[in-house]
């Protein structure tokens, strides 16, 4: 029986559709087509899908905005979750925000600032969904998100559980949620009283501090920074600023980038290796990369 007909007769409300497209889903623009994607609206339905899904032996990915990712090209005879109907976003009394898993970032922020709660600003720019930005442990040198984290709900093996900052096990680029492949639910957030203006002065500062970064399609950095440095600069170090495969080519901008300007994950994923393996001859140091592989 077709994918998304078995999971209509097991799920009759769950939202489903069919031959979904990575390349239209992910910021850089490749990857091939999954049977199905489904839309869960709960945790309780998200925690019923992946517990069904696992039982019946179904492949599956979670996938967010699709900004740090890269998806392979050949057909995915599997299940795409996708966390855009998980939207609700609530101040709680205490100041702290309550967001679902799908809320971006751009929404995250004017919550926060239209209710003059600050802090989060760090994240400006990013390109992200609250829970990918979870399990990536997402931010810039002045903060990341694990830092304003108070509790995380996830589904984690079928079952819906509460994790405080600390069992999520925030690291650079990385997280429970990666590791265990948990799916993040629900996050709350620190934030604090905040002025109107400063919140603004705040966010402009780092908005304008990713003005240099490359535009075109990229995953953002591929490589995470060694204990070494940066990984951008050991790249250029490298002479590596420019080298292309196909259609792909390491940003002139910034070596962490790899810009895509045509339609293969082959040729990006080729790069990648490319880069990894000539900064490892010249240097000794293996980079560990950053975007994540799916499905
Ligand atoms: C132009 C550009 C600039 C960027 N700049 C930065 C930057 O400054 N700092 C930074 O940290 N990153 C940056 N990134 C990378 C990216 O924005 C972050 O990693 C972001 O957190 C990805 O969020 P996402 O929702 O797109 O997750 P996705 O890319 O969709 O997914 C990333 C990983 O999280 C998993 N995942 C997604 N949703 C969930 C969920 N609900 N529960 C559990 N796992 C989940 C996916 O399976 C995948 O393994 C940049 C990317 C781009 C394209």
Same mark, same amino acid.
């Given at each position: 029986? #077709?994918?998304?007909?078995?999971?209509?007769?097991?799920?009759?409300?769950?939202?489903?559709?069919?031959?979904?497209?990575?390349?239209?889903?992910?910021?850089?623009?490749?990857?091939?087509?999954?049977?199905?994607?489904?839309?869960?609206?709960?945790?309780?339905?998200? *925690?019923?899908?992946?517990?069904?899904?696992?039982?019946?032996?179904?492949?599956?990915?979670?996938?967010?905005?699709?900004?740090?990712?890269?998806?392979?090209?050949?057909?995915?005879?599997?299940?795409?979750?996708?966390?855009?109907?998980?939207?609700?976003? *609530?101040?709680?009394?205490?100041?702290?925000?309550?967001? $679902?898993?799908?809320?971006?970032?751009?929404?995250?922020?004017?919550?926060? *600032?239209?209710?003059?709660?600050?802090?989060?600003?760090?994240?400006?720019?990013?390109?992200?969904?609250?829970?990918?930005?979870?399990?990536?442990?997402?931010?810039?040198?002045?903060?990341?998100?694990?830092?304003?984290?108070?509790?995380?709900?996830?589904?984690?093996?079928?079952?819906?559980? #509460?994790?405080?900052?600390? #069992?999520?096990?925030?690291?650079?680029?990385?997280?429970?949620?990666?590791?265990?492949?948990?799916?993040?639910?629900?996050?709350?957030?620190?934030?604090?009283?905040?002025?109107?203006?400063?919140?603004?002065?705040?966010?402009?500062?780092?908005?304008?501090?990713?003005?240099?970064?490359?535009?075109?399609?990229?995953?953002?950095?591929?490589?995470?920074?060694?204990?070494?440095?940066?990984?951008?600069?050991?790249?250029?170090?490298?002479?590596?600023?420019?080298?292309?495969?196909?259609?792909?080519?390491?940003?002139? $901008?910034? *070596?962490?980038?790899?810009?895509?300007?045509?339609?293969?994950?082959?040729?990006?994923?080729?790069?990648?290796?490319?880069?990894?393996?000539?900064?490892?001859?010249?240097?000794?140091?293996?980079?560990? #990369?950053?975007?994540?592989?799916?499905?």
């Amino acid at each position: 029986m #077709e994918l998304c007909t078995r999971i209509q007769d097991r799920f009759p409300s769950a939202a489903v559709q069919g031959d979904f497209s990575f390349a239209r889903h992910t910021t850089i623009g490749t990857g091939g087509i999954a049977a199905a994607a489904v839309f869960p609206r709960s945790g309780h339905e998200l *925690a019923e899908l992946l517990t069904w899904l696992q039982e019946e032996d179904i492949p599956h990915c979670l996938l967010g905005a699709g900004a740090n990712v890269l998806a392979a090209d050949a057909p995915f005879q599997g299940v795409v979750i996708k966390f855009s109907r998980m939207t609700d976003i *609530a101040l709680l009394p205490d100041g702290n925000i309550l967001a $679902q898993a799908g809320v971006t970032g751009g929404a995250l922020l004017r919550f926060a *600032a239209g209710r003059g709660r600050g802090g989060l600003e760090v994240l400006s720019g990013i390109p992200m969904t609250v829970g990918g930005a979870v399990a990536m442990n997402a931010g810039v040198s002045e903060g990341h998100i694990g830092d304003f984290v108070v509790r995380v709900t996830a589904v984690c093996n079928g079952k819906l559980t #509460e994790l405080n900052e600390q #069992e999520c096990r925030f690291s650079q680029k990385d997280s429970i949620f990666l590791r265990k492949k948990c799916a993040v639910v629900s996050v709350m957030l620190r934030t604090r009283a905040c002025y109107s203006d400063e919140i603004a002065r705040r966010r402009c500062y780092f908005l304008k501090k990713r003005e240099h970064l490359p535009k075109g399609r990229s995953m953002g950095c591929v490589f995470v920074n060694p204990p070494e440095g940066s990984a951008g600069a050991l790249i250029e170090a490298c002479g590596l600023k420019g080298m292309r495969v196909g259609d792909a080519y390491v940003s002139l $901008q910034h *070596a962490n980038f790899i810009i895509n300007e045509g339609r293969s994950s082959r040729d990006i994923d080729c790069l990648i290796r490319l880069v990894s393996e000539r900064v490892k001859r010249r240097t000794g140091i293996r980079l560990r #990369e950053e975007i994540q592989r799916l499905p």
